[in-house]
């Protein structure tokens, strides 16, 4: 038996008990394995400690993964040399090292922060306002063509009249994913503040772009693909209730309206993460409203 016999019986055998979840991360292990070797022509007795090793060495400087996440592929690994050898295959369970074998675990070391280079190409993530995720993605193409993005694209069944059938849908209508360098970055949040909120955060006394890890948006690209409906999107930004009391004065601080003042009416009806604002146009002598996220605002002193 090879390794890629190996995974095909012990998904089937997985797929048999219901376990779903478990078939999902073998599947995960299995796409990874074939980038390191030809699954296909590894035999199971040539899965030694030495093979291990080569490919724990492989897994942490050419794929740059977590402690955490290796050993979540040798724990696949494991499960399928176990149902391997249950099978009456002959296999060297000792191959893989104990504190790999459980569901304990591997926390790495910690280690100091280290500030990103401004030419190092990292993903960052923006809240699309005056547009959609599909204008906006063509809008960076033209402007920055060395920029690369990610829309959330998921194929499912949708109702028709004439049935159920598949079609391509968006997971987040509104958010979109890029990667560049930070400098790029730095001038997009500027060029495109009237449009589109890219994330950021207060740190050090000024605000600093959200940096999204490679290997973060791996998994995420990951699980979009496979199991779209098991991802729980949660914006920490976003959750910010209303805390500032109806008719206070207020400065709207990012987003179309920046720099404007006005007065807070109340909660915007159609979502509660943004308030109805009175903005004040003292050039054009009137005040019209408008739904501003709560984040965007600070009230007035």
């Given at each position: 038996?090879?390794?890629?016999?190996?995974?095909?019986?012990?998904?089937?055998?997985?797929?048999?008990?219901?376990?779903?979840?478990?078939?999902?991360?073998?599947?995960?292990?299995?796409?990874?394995?074939?980038?390191?070797?030809?699954?296909?022509?590894?035999?199971?007795?040539?899965?030694?400690?030495?093979?291990?090793?080569?490919?724990?060495?492989?897994?942490?400087?050419?794929?740059?993964?977590?402690?955490?996440?290796?050993?979540?592929?040798?724990r696949a690994l494991y499960s399928?040399?176990?149902?391997?050898?249950?099978?009456?295959?002959?296999?060297?369970l000792s191959a893989i090292p104990?504190?790999?074998?459980?569901?304990?675990?591997?926390?790495?070391?910690?280690?100091?922060?280290?500030?990103?280079q401004p030419d190092a190409r990292?993903?960052?993530?923006?809240?699309?306002?005056?547009?959609?995720?599909?204008?906006?993605?063509?809008?960076?193409?033209?402007?920055?063509?060395?920029?690369?993005?990610?829309?959330?694209?998921?194929?499912?069944?949708?109702?028709?009249?004439?049935?159920?059938?598949?079609?391509?849908?968006?997971?987040?209508?509104?958010?979109?994913?890029?990667?560049?360098?930070?400098?790029?970055?730095?001038?997009?949040?500027?060029?495109?503040?009237?449009?589109?909120?890219?994330?950021?955060?207060?740190?050090?006394?000024?605000?600093?772009?959200?940096?999204?890890?490679?290997?973060?948006?791996?998994?995420?690209?990951?699980?979009?693909?496979?199991?779209?409906?098991?991802?729980?999107?949660?914006?920490?930004?976003?959750?910010?209730?209303?805390?500032?009391?109806?008719?206070?004065?207020?400065?709207?601080?990012?987003?179309?309206?920046?720099?404007?003042?006005?007065?807070?009416?109340?909660?915007?009806?159609?979502?509660?993460?943004?308030?109805?604002?009175?903005?004040?146009?003292?050039?054009?002598?009137?005040?019209?409203?408008?739904?501003?996220?709560?984040?965007?605002?600070?009230?007035?002193?």
């Open positions: 038996m090879n390794l890629s016999e190996a995974f095909d019986y012990t998904i089937s055998a997985k797929l048999a008990e219901g376990r779903e979840a478990t078939v999902r991360k073998l599947g995960f292990a299995r796409k990874c394995l074939c980038e390191y070797c030809d699954i296909d022509t590894v035999a199971l007795t040539d899965i030694d400690g030495q093979w291990i090793d080569s490919l724990c060495s492989w897994l942490t400087e050419t794929k740059h993964l977590s402690a955490n996440t290796r050993a979540t592929y040798m399928i040399l176990r149902m391997a050898r249950k099978s009456g295959k002959i296999v060297d104990m504190n790999l074998r459980s569901n304990t675990t591997a926390h790495p070391s910690p280690t100091p922060e280290v500030a990103p990292m993903w960052f993530a923006m809240k699309c306002r005056g547009t959609d995720s599909a204008a906006m993605s063509e809008r960076i193409a033209g402007d920055y063509p060395a920029a690369e993005t990610f829309r959330t694209d998921v194929e499912r069944l949708v109702a028709t009249p004439k049935g159920k059938h598949r079609r391509m849908v968006e997971l987040l209508k509104d958010i979109l994913f890029f990667r560049t360098d930070l400098v790029t970055c730095e001038k997009m949040k500027r060029s495109y503040h009237d449009i589109a909120y890219i994330y950021d955060y207060q740190a050090d006394g000024r605000r600093k772009m959200a940096i999204v890890s490679d290997m973060d948006m791996k998994m995420f690209m990951y699980f979009n693909d496979i199991a779209p409906e098991k991802i729980l999107l949660y914006f920490p930004d976003e959750e910010i209730h209303a805390t500032i009391a109806d008719g206070t004065p207020v400065m709207i601080a990012d987003g179309r309206f920046r720099g404007a003042t006005g007065k807070v009416i109340g909660t915007n009806p159609d979502n509660q993460l943004e308030a109805t604002v009175a903005v004040d146009f003292p050039l054009l002598g009137i005040v019209a409203t408008a739904p501003i996220p709560w984040r965007f605002l600070k009230e007035k002193k």
